[in-house]
């Protein structure tokens, strides 16, 4: 593969999303690798903030749940999502945090299998997706059940309710062959539950091709929704008229202002709605999936591989023995960043920052890179193997003021 930076510059201007970039507001000077962890600011975000808060909420008020279109707001957002996860429109919720939204959807899919007394779960997942598990299994007398990360079906039998995943690996960037495993569980009559935070808007997912039974995932990290915005649900259409989840409010409700003492659930997905939609970080989210018309899922896909790939060659022609690649090289087991292990990640991804390559670091000696396809360029990610090679060879991520970990990197 080509490495050289006149080689990146030429990628860059052969890319068909050749000028996404520019819908972002990127600090100068930044090589921004952290879009798996918080999405960039898409430059549309700020003004229809601004016009939400000072024109419907200011002005309009009340009367802006109707004629800004605040109820259904919620609504239209899943169904700018549903493309991208292989959804059909009108079956994606958005309004809760990934965790909430994670013990919603996992205790309804539990309670679609009541005579199963096991709950599988991954054990190096993200850790909320555990603690939810557990806090599930506890709630419904359930068994936890620990899958061996590199071959989940194996502890499946019929016993299981519901298998529990992450598609892509927050720590190693591995990814699971979704359709594979979903019907693995089927085989034995479980469920299952897919968490696709590291996965939608950088690898391509077909829920409905795949028969998978339910999915969440955020979006703030690579649809760009900013800080804390709120998390989606899907559940098959099969599943509608049976899903009873927990938190059972008013907002799921099928007549919600007829203010009814019993409670009687919506159709179809809008029973995982539980109360008043945030409609401020609804309205940013609906702004920053912009960025993502008219692109499909195929070109996101070619454009992520193409930086990961230009980086995994960079790190082993630069960095050789230095640095261990934890991220699979086959393209079909890989999402859309690339992790390295070094003893001192965390001064390795301090040094960078201090030059302005922004990674991540997680515990205990993983530096993640993250290639968020509609805006790190080919240029960038030489860049940033360049800066990495600069920090080894000077041993920069041995400095003191690296030695003291703060809690939030
Ligand atoms: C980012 C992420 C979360 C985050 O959960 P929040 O409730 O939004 O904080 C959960 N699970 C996975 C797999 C993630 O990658």
Redesign the pocket.
Known sequence: MPTSRADAVTADERSPLRGRRDLFDLPDGVVYLDGNSLGALPRSVPDRVRRVVAQEWGVGLISSWNSAGWVDLARRVGDRIAPLVGAAPGDVHVGD????T?FKTLVAACRLRPDRRVLVVEPT??P??AYVASGVARLLGLELRWCDPADPAAVLDEDVAVLSL?HVD?RTGAMYDLAGLTAAAHGVGALVQW?L??STGAVPVDLTAADADAAVG?T??YLNGGP?SP?FAWVHPRHHGAWDQPVTGWFGHAHPFEMDREFTPADGITRMASGTPPVLALSALDSALDAFDGVGMPALREASLSLSDLFLALVDERLGSAVEVVTPREHARRGSQVSLRHPDAYGVVQALVARGVVGDFRTPDVARFGFAPLYVTHTDVHDAVDHLAAVLGGEEHRRPEYAVRNAVT
């Open positions: 945090s990934t965790s909430v994670l997942t993200f909320t997706d992450t927050f968490d935070c590291h955020c703030y990290k804390g998390a």
